[in-house]
């Protein structure tokens, strides 16, 4: 092999020996590169409460930066989600949707947020028209078939019943996150009076104790009790534990990661939200300007799209991070009390969260016109409990939808669901 000849005056002046270590890595850096590498190939896993029973878990602090220096004293982030249903186009009489989940977009570092601008102007044009109850509806939540983002807090927490599965990322709801945060200021309060320089209980790295959350039926509701189990010795990370927790991903950049896909399905979903509003917002100078700006402001790189033809691996991961077993069971409940029931327009909606979860989690679990929103539910729970198989699925062959929506049954009102 013929050696390449280096005929400049400046290599001439230097040995091959300095020229190598002139560009040797130092161990800092190698460090700082291998985290920083290391995180885009880290498939986040998500911590979920989809049977009763009590959790143990970990709760881990926000890691600092590589200098030492913090974005957030603290051990969560809060996060304002949606999940969007849009309906598939279909020939045929069976409805059938996508769900995607979107951050609010400003959250993100974006300076404008579509859904936010197109719920001020239908709340408007709403009222304006003197219909104060679609006016409402429309400012709500989106379970109520609202544009309202939903409030949570995400963490990172180990399982200790399986610690070694590693770090698992969770989102608590607020009410749940409010009440984890009051037992915590009670029980540092009790620990500063002996210890003015004591930790944080739950999320320090040597002193935190763990977190129970009980998930349990009281009736027909599902009630989640969380404690902090001050009576176990305190839980310290390793030093391979805090390596993985430095080399794990930011949790904001795993809940505001917003991608053309999702821009693409937003627009879908507001231009189905005309329709069913019966509204022309989206031709507005409004909305147009604000979906230019936000498409500028995209990277150019990003060449996801989405589209009905075909589930692609950002649905796929869009779906996995945005349907849980626990919402549907929530989302049941909330029914329950407001009393409605499965042939109105919001038991349709959790009847298709049902369908989707399904796919999704891939249960053999079959949707038909003679089971009942609570029946589904009960064989999804069955099914991830290892306790339903394809004989039980197939009992009941019949068409997904009725004819006749009268045809379908209605679940017993406080039934208590899911019996132990």
Same mark, same amino acid.
Request: charged share 35%.
């Given at each position: 092999?013929?050696?390449?000849?280096?005929?400049?005056?400046?290599?001439?002046?230097?040995?091959?020996?300095?020229?190598?270590?002139?560009?040797q890595e130092s161990y800092?850096?190698?460090?700082?590169?291998?985290?920083?590498?290391?995180?885009?190939?880290?498939?986040?896993?998500y911590f979920?409460?989809?049977?009763?029973?009590v959790y143990s878990i970990r709760i881990l602090p926000v890691a600092p930066n590589q200098d030492g220096t913090a974005d957030r004293k603290s051990y969560e982030y809060p996060i304002s989600q949606m999940l969007l249903e849009i309906e598939k186009p279909s020939s045929g009489t069976k409805q059938q949707y996508v769900y995607v989940t979107v951050p609010r977009t400003t959250d993100a570092g974006y300076s404008v947020d579509l859904i936010d601008t197109y719920r001020k102007a239908a709340v408007t044009q709403a009222k304006a028209r003197g219909d104060e109850k679609?006016?409402?509806?429309?400012?709500?939540?989106?379970?109520g078939g609202g544009l309202k983002y939903t409030y949570g807090h995400a963490l990172y927490v180990f399982d200790l019943s399986n610690r070694a599965k590693g770090i698992q990322l969770m989102t608590l709801s607020h009410s749940q996150f409010k009440d984890l945060d009051e037992r915590r200021f009670k029980l540092w309060q009790k620990k500063l009076v002996k210890n003015p320089h004591y930790s944080c209980p739950i999320s320090s790295v040597y002193n935190a104790y763990p977190v129970e959350i009980e998930k349990k039926k009281n009736g027909s509701k599902t009630e989640y009790i969380i404690s902090i189990d001050n009576e176990s010795e305190p839980v310290a990370l390793t030093l391979e534990?805090?390596?993985?927790?430095?080399?794990?991903?930011?949790?904001?950049?795993?809940?505001?990661?917003?991608s053309r896909f999702q821009?693409?399905?937003?627009?879908?979903?507001?231009?189905?939200?005309?329709?069913?509003? @019966?509204?022309? *917002?989206?031709?507005?100078?409004?909305?147009?300007? $604000?979906?230019?700006?936000?498409?500028? =402001?995209? &990277?150019?790189?990003?060449?996801?799209?989405?589209?009905?033809?075909?589930?692609?691996?950002?649905?796929?991961?869009n779906a996995s991070a945005g349907i849980t077993a626990d919402s549907l069971f929530n989302r049941f409940d909330e029914l329950q009390e407001q009393g409605l029931g499965d042939k109105s327009e919001e038991g349709q909606e959790l009847r298709g969260l049902i369908r989707a979860f399904v796919e999704q989690e891939r249960l053999p679990v079959r949707v038909t016109r003679s089971t009942t929103n609570s029946d589904l539910l009960d064989m999804i @729970?069955?099914? *991830?409990?290892?306790?339903?198989?394809?004989?039980? $699925?197939?009992?009941?062959?019949?068409? =997904?939808? &009725?004819?006749?929506?009268?045809?379908?049954?209605?679940?017993?009102?406080?039934?208590?669901?899911r019996r132990r």
């Open positions: 092999m013929q050696e390449e000849q280096f005929d400049t005056t400046d290599f001439m002046n230097k040995s091959v020996e300095s020229l190598f270590l002139g560009i800092s850096e190698a460090q700082a590169r291998a985290i920083e590498e290391n995180k885009s190939f880290q498939k986040t896993e979920r409460m989809d049977k009763l029973g679609l006016a409402e509806k429309i400012g709500g939540g989106t379970f534990e805090l390596n993985a927790l430095m080399s794990a991903p930011r949790i904001p950049e795993i809940i505001h990661r917003y821009y693409e399905a937003t627009l879908e979903y507001l231009r189905q939200c005309d329709v069913k509003y @019966e509204m022309k *917002l989206m031709e507005t100078d409004e909305m147009k300007a $604000a979906i230019a700006q936000l498409a500028s =402001e995209l &990277p150019a790189d990003d060449t996801s799209s989405f589209s009905f033809d075909k589930r692609t691996k950002d649905s796929r991961d @729970e069955a099914a *991830l409990e290892g306790g339903v198989g394809e004989e039980e $699925a197939e009992q009941n062959p019949e068409e =997904e939808y &009725p004819d006749n929506e009268e045809e379908q049954q209605e679940p017993t009102s406080g039934r208590n669901r």
